[in-house]
């Protein structure tokens, strides 16, 4: 597996994890009224997206044996 390859899907993978963050942001701000709930779910909604975007970058960028 080249390094490009590897590159290209790790941006790949960040702007699908941005895309994804943008408009789940945007249906939260229109249907979660109570400022709480709002900061809750998004808080879990990041944390969610951060922890898959790292796990596919290591999975691409892990040393195979």
Known sequence: ???W???F????FGS????????LRS????YLH???????????TAASLVA???WSV???WRVSA
Do not use: N, Q
């Open 52 to 54: 898959l975007f790292i």
């Open 1 to 3: 597996e080249s390094a």
């Open 5 to 7: 390859m590897r590159v």
């Open 34 to 44: 109570p400022l709480w709930l709002r900061v809750t779910v998004s808080f879990l």
């Open 58 to 60: 290591d999975v691409l």
């Open 16 to 23: 699908t994890t941005l895309h994804a963050w943008l408009g």
């Open 27 to 30: 249906v939260f701000m229109d």
């Open 9 to 12: 899907a790790t941006l790949f």
